[in-house]
């Protein structure tokens, strides 16, 4: 088993709808990141968030640190949203990120 | 400096040669992670370096290698490639040791034949 893991895989959805991304984690961690990643490769660091909540724009990022659970979620979705969405934890133990396998998402005009 | 700049982009080498690849951290951050990231796959931790030392790695074999240079800006090395190594290697640059996030690179894709 992961010790990231994020569901869904793959992500469908139509231009205006509002989609959440899930990551779970096994182990105790200090922060976790949501990533964006586009087809070229580069990575986008979204939110780096330890508790609560965050938003951006249109982008929400939660976490809940007793569930071992983080959500992302996109209102209004646009094309421009498609992209691969990771999530990573921080393991303060050994200095280092551990990634989830990413959520490719699609929105369709 | 802004932002973090990796070379080359793209790179096709012959199974058995070596591979140096090449980051340049944003300007102020002393901290370097490598990652490999297979196709479908969320990228691996390689290793990381603070202060021109490696101080984290993960379950990579000793023929991936690494240096980080008083500007900050390091290399990964890889010996005697194997076909699975084809993968985008990401680097990633922070300050610090304590998470205060990272920013990346955009990748070099190697391909091994």
């Known amino acids: 088993k992961n010790e990231v893991e994020q569901s869904p895989q793959n992500l469908t959805a139509q231009e205006g709808e509002f989609i959440t991304i899930n990551c779970s984690y096994s182990v105790g961690i200090s922060a976790l990141h949501w990533l964006q990643q586009h087809p070229g490769g580069g990575i986008v660091s979204l939110f780096m968030l330890s508790s609560g909540k965050k938003k951006h724009g249109r982008l929400i990022a939660t976490i809940n640190i007793q569930e071992k659970h983080s959500s992302l979620h996109i209102t209004a979705s646009h094309p421009r949203d498609s992209a691969v969405y990771i999530c990573?934890?921080?393991?303060?133990?050994?200095?280092?990120?551990?990634f989830g396998s990413g959520t490719r998402l699609l929105v369709r005009p | 400096e802004t932002g973090v700049t990796q070379s080359p982009t793209h790179l096709i080498k012959t199974r058995g040669q070596q591979v140096t690849l090449r980051c340049s951290s944003q300007s102020g951050h002393n901290t370097v992670s490598w990652y490999q990231q297979a196709l479908g796959q969320g990228p691996q931790f390689i290793f990381q370096y603070y202060r021109e030392e490696e101080n984290g790695r993960g379950n990579f074999p000793p023929r991936f290698s690494g240096l980080q240079f008083p500007n900050y800006s390091s290399e990964l090395n890889v010996n005697a490639l194997e076909l699975d190594d084809s993968a985008l290697y990401l680097c990633a640059s922070t300050f610090g040791t304590a998470n205060y996030g990272y920013t990346f690179g955009s990748g070099t894709r190697l391909t091994v034949v």
């Open positions: 990573a934890a921080w393991m303060d133990s050994s200095y280092k990120l551990i």
